[in-house]
């Protein structure tokens, strides 16, 4: 469990976990806040976070499991009915920048992004190979005439945790156990900058940071092409990618995927437009 003083001073008053909810297992800590979001009796404030310290069905990308064992920072945050003038990809971008750049900053660690919501850290046993640090995902509720019912981002990361084949936890990478209240609050100082872009302007200032750390992955499979290659990012968040028949723009993670070998030139991962 995380420690609600210590969390609330480093967070700042009024800062996302300063309205903190723990529970010691739950299935998906996305499903269980976007659930209390609309069944407490008076609405949760903006930023109440939600953190579990195990999951059963933690959530990825393309219905994969998070496997969220103890000593990982498994939490989800509450973002409410806010007025979509940016699409949700655009707001998973500018999160996911945010946590990258607020655990570069605090940590020193060389940390990356794999488009378009995982954290990776280059496996130095193995150049171009990534290992995953942890992953964002944004989930939504709509009602039956297409009105936001409520909006939550859910984050893990490893951080004293065992981790399966492929991934890597901050206590590796650091050499030490490392402190989960204080990761957890600069994740969410990461988020809730993030969070506060993406609403005045969308993921445009970010996007050149945001490429910046990006490494570029190869492309495993898409749909009706037999090849196909990673350009880079549209102005909106969308991956351009170019095909035998030309290039396209991919706006989900569930159109393609993409693989953990990636090219790791130094610089900005994709070329200007």
Not at 18 to 34: G, I, M, P
Not at 51 to 70: C, E, K, L, M, Y
Not at 112 to 137: A, H, I, M, T, Y
Not at 212 to 227: D, I, N, R
Request: charged residues 15%; positive net charge.
């Amino acid at each position: 469990m995380l420690s609600p003083s210590r969390l609330g001073s480093l967070v700042g008053r009024g800062g996302w976990g300063h309205h903190l909810l723990q529970v010691a297992v739950t299935d998906s800590t996305n499903r269980l806040l976007l659930d209390w979001g609309r069944r407490f009796p008076q609405p949760l404030p903006l930023g109440t976070v939600l953190v579990s310290t195990r999951q059963r069905a933690g959530q990825g990308q393309h219905g994969r499991v998070w496997h969220s064992q103890p000593g990982g920072l498994y939490l989800s945050v509450w973002l409410g009915s806010p007025p979509l003038r940016h699409s949700l990809l655009e707001l998973t971008l500018t999160l996911a920048w945010g946590v990258v750049d607020s655990l570069r900053q605090k940590l020193g660690i060389p940390l990356r992004l794999k488009w378009p919501n995982d954290l990776v850290v280059v496996d130095e046993q193995c150049p171009g190979s990534l290992r995953k640090l942890g992953g964002l995902l944004v989930q939504s509720r709509f009602g039956e005439r297409g009105q936001l019912l409520g909006l939550v981002a859910g984050v893990g990361v490893n951080v004293n945790n065992p981790v399966p084949a492929g991934g890597i936890a901050l206590a590796e990478i650091l050499g030490s156990r490392q402190d989960s209240t204080a990761v957890a609050a600069w994740v969410l100082q990461g988020m809730e900058r993030g969070f506060q872009i993406w609403l005045q302007e969308g993921f445009a200032p970010v996007r050149s940071r945001y490429e910046a750390w990006t490494v570029k992955p190869q492309v495993q499979w898409l749909p009706g092409e037999a090849s196909a290659t990673v350009l880079g990012l549209a102005e909106d968040g969308r991956l351009r990618v170019q095909t035998p028949g030309g290039q396209i723009l991919v706006l989900s993670p569930d159109q393609v995927r993409l693989s953990y070998q990636a090219s790791l030139a130094s610089g900005p991962s994709f070329p200007p437009e």
